[in-house]
């Protein structure tokens, strides 16, 4: 599996960085954000490093559905039962800050401090 020694987010993968976890398994990870924008923040993470999402291929399209599909999941575990936002930040003008795809999944009672 393609990991990148200089990624932040392949470094939490690898447990070199601690963080707080949802959800693990062979192929995705979910964790708390460390900023969060609103009560309940998660990130999304494929295990396998993809900068973003222009290096994606065909292939990954059902990796991409299985993330999707569990925020719903995820997100009523978390007692978040009143909705939800999701985001996938892409390159500069995206505001992309860790090249690592990841989906931000935010929820929880309003007001946020963002979104
Ligand atoms: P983006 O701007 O879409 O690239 O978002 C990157 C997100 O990663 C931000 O919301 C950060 O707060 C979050 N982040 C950065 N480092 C960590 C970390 N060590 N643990 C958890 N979240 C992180």
Redesign the pocket.
Known sequence: MSTDPNC?FCR?IAGQ?P?RKVFEDDELLV?????PWAPVHV?VIPKLHIATLYELTAEHAPMLGRMLALAPKLMRELGVVNGFRTLI?TGEDG????QHV?M?VMGGPRPWAKG
């Open positions: 932040i939490i960085i963080s964790f708390h954000d460390i900023a990130l930040n505001r992309q800050e860790v990841h931000h």
